[in-house]
T-cell receptor, first 114, second 113 residues
Framework: SQKIEQNSEALNIQEGKTATLTCNYT??????LQWYRQDPGRGPVFLLL?????KEKRKERLKVTFDTTLKQSLFHITASQPADSATYLC?????????????FGSGTRLSIRP | AAGVIQSPRHLIKEKRETATLKCYPI?????VYWYQQGPGQDPQFLIS???????DKGSIPDRFSAQQFSDYHSELNMSSLELGDSALYFC????????????FGEGSRLTVL
């Protein structure tokens, strides 16, 4: 069955360091992969999207890589700040139709300590 | 800017009762997704609609049904509620032709007693 795993349930990082989150998937061939941020009790908020033919995407302090051979995506937050503390979810889309199901990983709870 | 609107925000029901959740997508968005998120869990895909037609189906119980109406709003109907149905229910929308981001609402918190 399709499975998405995110590296750890929780990650604690010192402010100013780079946070690296991992998303691994099996039995799946996503056309593209997305990363979302979710704060407690709130809906997920979109951060970045990367397509299967792209290796890397950047947006301000965020960087995403996508390795379809390893079936892995890495999500980096550079110069991390306490305000970056949240749960980060990766989501996979098969691409066979625009409204086909998008599957979320279990998320990584990131804490940035001052 | 207009966002996805969900109602009600909070709902308390007894076991075996029925509940209806509503979702109003962002204007001009024709695609709606429904997700269920239990405490500490990832969002579980329930069902999606594109142009008022069901597009894909996930782990939605047979007790649940959903539809998208002519104005693109969607309703999730849940019957014979069970304790395990207690969760946050999120609706998300986007323009169907795009492969971009989902815009999520703030969710409807259902508590079954």
């Amino acid at each position: 069955s399709q499975k998405i795993e995110q590296n750890s349930e929780a990650l604690n990082i010192q402010e100013g360091k780079t946070a690296t989150l991992t998303c691994n998937y099996t039995n799946y061939s996503p056309a593209y992969l997305q990363w979302y941020r979710q704060d407690p009790g709130r809906g997920p908020v979109f951060l970045l999207l990367i397509r299967e033919n792209e290796k890397e995407k950047r947006k301000e302090r965020l960087k995403v890589t996508f390795d379809t051979t390893l079936k892995q995506s890495l999500f980096h937050i550079t110069a991390s700040q306490p305000a970056d503390s949240a749960t980060y979810l990766c989501a996979l889309h098969p691409g066979y139709s625009s409204a086909s199901k998008i599957i979320f990983g279990s998320g990584t709870r990131l804490s940035i300590r001052p | 800017a207009a966002g996805v609107i969900q109602s009600p925000r909070h709902l308390i029901k007894e076991k075996r009762e029925t509940a209806t959740l509503k979702c109003y997508p962002i204007p001009r968005h024709d695609t709606v997704y429904w997700y269920q998120q239990g405490p500490g869990q990832d969002p579980q895909f329930l069902i999606s609609f594109y142009e008022k037609m069901q597009s894909d189906k996930g782990s939605i119980p047979d007790r649940f049904s959903a539809q998208q109406f002519s104005d693109y709003h969607s309703e999730l109907n849940m019957s014979s509620l069970e304790l395990g149905d207690s969760a946050l229910y999120f609706c998300a929308s986007r323009q169907g032709a795009s492969t971009g981001e989902l815009f999520f609402g703030e969710g409807s918190r259902l508590t079954v007693l």
